[in-house]
């Protein structure tokens, strides 16, 4: 089974311009979560999905928002790019968003550079 | 609010050495603990979890008991090799409800050297 799949795996982005990540889940899995890695920090929760409602944000600006489609899958967007959001933003799946003995898998990430 | 502190790498030691990782949290209520571990260029794996107070999880060699009374959750291996250099991360869950995102702690570097 494939496991949580990321795209694009690298992404160089300009100070100002729009990024969109997109995210697979594991087959099965309803429940997706974004988080955004700073290098040398821990990952930061930005937002969670079930069943293609949103379920939890983090404390980020409006500049982020994200889906998830029918198929589970989803999208994080980032409007007027700053600087300081180049991150490693990871994506994480699970079969339902806060069952006790739920476990996330984490995808790859996307590593997102603005310059 | 809920949080977790990790204590600050880099941490080196040779091979075969014991591993101690330090992590305490605040948390209301009861939440689920983990530790999770980050190979160089790579997204995290689950390495080991608790889910309640006294509960000890276990894989790879690496354990860690969820210890209510100190708030900890400290992650420990008998005999580190050089394939367990990595950044470990200590996170929390709060578990029922309709939210269920992880709160880690910033992470602590591993090298271990032949």
């Known amino acids: 089974d494939a496991g949580v799949t990321q795209s694009p795996t690298h992404l160089i982005k300009t100070r100002g311009q729009h990024v969109t990540l997109r995210c697979s889940p594991i087959?099965?899995?309803?429940?997706v979560s974004w988080y955004q890695q700073v290098l040398g920090q821990g990952p930061q929760f930005i937002f969670q999905y079930y069943e293609k409602e949103e379920r939890g944000r983090g404390n980020f600006p409006d500049r982020f928002s994200a889906r998830q489609f029918p198929n589970y899958s989803s999208e994080l967007n980032v409007n007027a790019l700053l600087l300081g959001d180049s991150a490693l933003y990871l994506c994480?799946?699970?079969?339902?968003?806060?069952?006790?003995?739920?476990?996330?898998?984490f995808g790859q990430g996307t590593r997102l550079t603005v310059v | 609010g809920n949080s977790v502190t990790q204590m600050e790498g880099p941490v080196t030691l040779s091979e075969e050495a014991f591993l101690t990782i330090n992590c305490t949290y605040t948390a209301t209520g009861y939440p689920s603990l983990f530790w999770y571990v980050q190979y160089p260029g790579e997204g995290l794996q689950l390495l080991l979890k608790a889910t309640k107070a006294d509960d000890k999880g276990s894989n790879k060699g690496f354990e860690a008991t969820y210890r209510k009374e100190t708030t900890s959750f400290h992650l420990e291996k008998g005999s580190v090799q050089v394939s367990d250099s990595a950044v470990y991360f200590c996170?929390?869950?709060?578990?029922?409800?309709?939210?269920?995102?992880?709160?880690f702690g910033k992470g602590t570097k591993l090298s271990v050297k032949p």
């Open positions: 996170a929390l869950r709060k578990y029922g409800g309709s939210q269920g995102n992880l709160i």
């Open positions: 087959s099965g899995h309803k429940s």
């Open positions: 994480a799946s699970s079969t339902n968003p806060g069952g006790m003995n739920t476990e996330a898998f």
